[in-house]
């Protein structure tokens, strides 16, 4: 198969960039390893989003004419996971996206006039690659001594429902938001610590993106005080034995469960025959349109870190655009 632009990754960039693809009849696929919205089935259900959307203040919308708020039912201002699920769905199948399902894109290598792709559904050749392939696939450990191997650690990623530690000691590790949501859900059923590494942010005392809580701020506050999640802020843990755990402070615990909340190292497949360099952060580097050290190949959505606000829909959705005009303009 020959595509002009081939995008790997069919969650929110990867679809928002094959809608403008598809709008200007510019010849496009995209592929995806699992289902559309890969990364948002394999987060909680019942997971509530960090991003409002209703009319005048929209975050989540992949397009502000196809706004999530329309769809009945969707939960405002805060949309749910389920919600956004169905609304990439809509939006994609409504806009006759070319998607393919099922097909990881596993290596490219640059050829004279674009590059070649393998896939798990045979090779693909194009002259622009873009990598839309997210940000929240590969979980990041912290580098704490007896953390690697330990049987009794687990990543936020991998957490499904409080049950499985009913009656548990639970040390949850970070001070994000997965990490508060998470200590707030457990609190109900388990013996829940909060460990950070520094002092506790909220939104609604910084205004700083990072510190949305969505949610939960005001809960997290309230469990804390009651002392029903027991905060240990900027103890964070220095060396783990099992299920033994030190802290900053001296303090040593023992927990059942160890879960890091640690957020994400980025990822994407290796494009032989260019060099695709990294900055400081682990994100590729990119010029203002988007493009890679590698001419031709882009680097789209949460994993193009024009700012710290293209973590979020909001703030990649303009970028996105930038990348379209680029490879429009150099077709
Ligand atoms: C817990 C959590 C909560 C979040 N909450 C919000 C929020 O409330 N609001 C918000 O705006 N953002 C939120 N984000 C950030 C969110 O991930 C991004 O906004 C958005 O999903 C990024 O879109 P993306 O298309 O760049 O990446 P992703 O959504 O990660 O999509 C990448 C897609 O690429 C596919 N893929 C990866 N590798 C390959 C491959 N080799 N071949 C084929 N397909 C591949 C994946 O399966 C996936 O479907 C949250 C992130 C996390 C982790």
Redesign the pocket.
């Known amino acids: 198969m020959r595509k002009e632009v081939l995008i ?7 679809l928002l960039l094959g809608y403008r693809l598809r709008e200007h009849g510019i010849d496009y696929r995209i ?4 289902k559309i ?4 089935r394999a ?1 909680r259900t019942g ?1 509530v ?3 409002p959307a209703i009319p005048g203040t929209d ?2 919308s992949l397009t502000l004419r196809h706004p999530i708020w329309e769809l009945p039912g969707v939960r405002k201002p805060f949309p749910s996971r389920e919600d956004f699920l169905c609304y990439v769905e809509a939006f994609s199948r409504e806009q006759a996206l070319a998607v393919s399902e099922n ?4 290596r490219a290598s640059v050829v004279p006039g674009g590059f070649s792709v393998e896939t798990s559904g045979g090779e693909v050749s194009c002259r622009f690659l873009v990598l ?6 590969v979980p990041r450990f912290p580098e704490i001594p007896g953390i690697a191997t330990n049987p009794h650690v687990l990543h936020s990623h991998d957490f499904v429902h409080c049950m499985a530690y009913a009656g548990k000691r639970v040390l949850v590790i970070g001070g994000g ?2 990490a508060a949501e998470i200590a707030i859900e457990l609190s109900g059923a388990s013996r829940v610590t909060l460990s950070t590494r520094g002092p506790m942010r909220y939104f609604s005392e910084t205004g700083e993106l990072e510190d949305i809580r ?1 949610a939960s701020e005001s809960l997290l506050k309230e469990l804390i005080r009651f002392g029903i999640v027991r905060l240990r802020e900027a103890d964070p843990a220095v060396a783990v034995a099992q299920r033994r755990v030190r802290f900053l402070s001296g303090d040593e615990r023992e927990y059942d469960w160890i879960l890091c909340a640690t957020g ?1 190292v980025p990822s994407w ?1 290796p494009v032989e025959g260019g060099e695709l360099r990294a900055g400081p952060n682990g994100y590729p580097l990119i010029s203002p349109a988007g493009e890679t050290t590698v001419p031709g190949v882009y680097a ?4 193009a870190r024009f700012n710290r606000r293209c ?4 703030g ?1 959705r303009n970028y996105v655009e930038k990348i379209f005009w680029d490879i429009a303009d150099k077709r």
């Not at 919205?37 to 948002?40: F, I, P």
């Not at 789209?300 to 994993?303: P, T, V």
């Open positions: 790997v990754g069919g969650g929110p960039a990867g592929l995806e390893r699992g919205g890969q990364s948002w987060m997971m989003l960090l991003s975050w989540t097909v990881a894109a596993t839309a392939s997210g940000a929240s696939s938001n997965s969505g994400y497949i789209c959505g949460s994993l973590a979020f829909i909001h990649f």
